[in-house]
């Protein structure tokens, strides 16, 4: 059976903050775009997305944001080789008969 490399569809993107019509911050953020959430302030391995702008999870600069979403994709990566390691592989604490 042949496997196929996941797609990964999240996206670095700018936000401005906007009061009475004018710009008063810009930062950068995670989104994904199928499921319309951002990349939150928790850990990966804690509620990584949300919708609520309170918990997203704002960067300076394009490159900052760029790094983390490098950082997150290689952690997700690995833990699909991890899931995807053969059954072989797996250590047992009983030896077969």
């Known amino acids: 059976m042949k496997t196929t490399k996941s797609e ?9 903050e906007v009061r009475r019509g ?6 950068w953020c995670i989104h994904d775009p199928d499921f319309l959430h951002w990349m939150s302030t928790e850990p990966f ?3 990584i997305w949300t919708k609520d702008p309170s918990y997203r999870r704002e960067f300076a600069s394009r490159t900052e944001a ?23 592989a797996i250590p047992s604490e009983r030896k077969a008969a």
């Not at 990964?8 to 993107?13: A, G, I, L, T």
């Not at 004018?22 to 930062?27: D, I, M, N, P, Y």
């Not at 790094?67 to 053969?86: G, Q, T």
């Open 45 to 47: 391995e804690g509620l």
């Open 22 to 27: 004018k710009v008063v911050r810009t930062f």
């Open 8 to 16: 990964f569809r999240e996206r670095v993107v700018k936000e401005r």
């Open 66 to 88: 760029k790094a983390e979403l490098a950082r997150f994709l290689e952690w997700r990566r690995a833990r699909e080789r991890k899931d995807e390691a053969p059954v072989a």
